[in-house]
């Protein structure tokens, strides 16, 4: 299967994790600028579950990136070295997949591939690690590491992020070696000219024998190397492990060094983590089916947990609602029962207002009567006789009717003009005072009649 690389994007916290069949390995970085510091180095048993934090994804991982990486155990992986005609590394893997056929062990169909690009002093030409591994132990791998619910977005091998962090790219043979799961997995390189010229993976059980079952292979790479030009008999020989396997391996490698072996201390774990952390590399044994699964699972697990939070929220409001609902039907019922409670008071009250009503408006009525008859009274001129006087006090009118003498006509005009200034505490009495009419007849009294609208607001 074809497996392209792509670069992995800036996080916040990174995961490196080590499963093997009897323990799990796990760091956990944390990035603050440019420096990337160790939260937790932790072993945990086969059968302990991962932390939280690792093993899911949450929302939080949309503002705050996560990186988990996956160490693949070196069993069934192929390693080989080729020298590409390009300084570019994306170009790389489209050039690798060209001689693909040749190179894999197994039909491309069936297995994961990646490249890691090794820059060399020449910038026109670099060294292209090719990673191939059959696609059925990477799903078993994939497959392990999500039972434990720790889902991989890198998947590397670490002897060759071992080799690749070295700080020490002399010329000569390195070998870098590990006891994991009950083998020694031990990994050969050459440098020659600053150049990474071969890489392999030897695979060896641990025990007494090993010297002698590890000293045909690095012999026959060693045979292969002088075929090929990158090893002579000048090479120099570093062993990278741990002792008592640093003095094995210096005896395998016996009389093919001219000189003494150099014997360095292999990174410890946690360096080889951080190194992995660290690394911004495109290559990847993820296959590209399984990463867009876990995109897919990590989408569907955002929404649903958004769905559940809107249902929860919704269900907090409706409860809050009918909650609300109820305490107000409470309150109305206590005030229904003082309503009821004080309704025959209201009503009482309602009718001895609208007595009390009645009785000033009869009252207003009453003074309003007599205060127009005073004014009337007053007024009226000793010529003129007042035949009647009709106060209608709900229509706030007085009405005064009577005669005079019909050469006297002109005191009716006196008349009404005294009744317009009439007063009552310093206010004007009447709002208009009017004469409807003069009937006068030949040798006789005139009749008149004059209207008044009265001007006081309680009536």
């Given at each position: ?71 693949l155990p070196s069993d069934e992986v192929f390693l080989r ?215 897919q699972q990590f989408t569907e697990g955002i929404v649903l ?155």
């Amino acid at each position: 299967m074809k497996k392209r690389g792509s670069r992995t994007r800036r996080w916040q916290i990174c995961h490196v994790l080590e499963q093997a069949d009897e323990y799990r390995a796990l760091w956990q970085f944390a990035r603050n600028g440019r420096e990337i510091k160790l939260a937790l180095a932790r072993k945990f048993s086969a059968a302990e579950s991962l932390p939280a934090s690792a093993a899911g994804r949450t929302l939080t991982t949309l503002w705050q990136p996560r990186l988990n990486i996956a160490w693949l155990p070196s069993d069934e992986v192929f390693l080989r070295a080729l020298e590409l005609p390009t300084g570019d590394p994306d170009e790389a893997p489209g050039i690798v997949e060209l001689q693909l056929e040749s190179l894999s062990p197994l039909p491309v169909p069936n297995v994961v591939w990646t490249v890691e690009a090794v820059p060399g002093l020449d910038k026109a030409s670099l060294t292209a690690v090719v990673v191939i591994v059959p696609r059925a132990t990477v799903e078993r791998h994939l497959g392990g590491l999500e039972q434990g619910r720790y889902l991989a977005d890198r998947l590397e091998l670490p002897q060759l992020r071992e080799l690749l962090a070295a700080r020490e790219r002399r010329d000569g043979a390195w070998l870098y070696a590990h006891i994991r799961n009950g083998h020694v997995s031990c990994l050969a390189a050459w440098w020659k000219d600053q150049r990474l010229r071969h890489v392999t993976l030897l695979r060896l059980p641990s025990g007494e024998s090993l010297p002698g079952r590890l000293s045909r292979p690095i012999r026959q790479l060693a045979w292969a190397g002088e075929v090929e030009g990158w090893h002579d008999a000048e090479t120099r020989w570093h062993v990278v492990a741990s002792s008592p396997l640093a003095e094995q391996l210096t005896a395998a490698v016996g009389d093919l060094a001219a000189s003494p072996v150099e014997v360095l201390d292999p990174l410890p774990p946690e360096k080889l983590a951080a190194a992995s952390a660290e690394t911004d590399s495109t290559a990847n044994l993820v296959p590209a089916d399984v990463a867009a699964r876990y995109r897919q699972q990590f989408t569907e697990g955002i929404v649903l947990r958004v769905l559940g939070l809107f249902l929860a929220v919704w269900a907090v409001a409706v409860f809050a609602f009918m909650g609300g609902l109820q305490y107000k039907q409470f309150v109305k019922a206590g005030v229904d029962r003082q309503v009821q409670a004080l309704h025959n008071s209201y009503t009482n009250a309602l009718q001895l207002k609208a007595r009390v009503q009645v009785l000033s408006d009869q009252v207003s009525l009453k003074f309003a009567a007599l205060d127009c008859w005073r004014a009337a009274a007053e007024a009226l001129p000793a010529e003129m006789t007042m035949t009647q006087f009709n106060f209608q006090g709900k229509a706030r009118r007085l009405q005064i009717f009577g005669t005079v003498p019909g050469e006297l006509q002109a005191k009716v005009t006196e008349y009404n003009e005294a009744l317009a200034r009439a007063t009552v505490n310093g206010e004007p009495l009447f709002a208009k005072v009017n004469t409807k009419s003069i009937q006068a007849q030949p040798n006789r009294p005139a009749f008149w009649s004059i209207e008044c609208e009265l001007k006081r607001k309680e009536l």
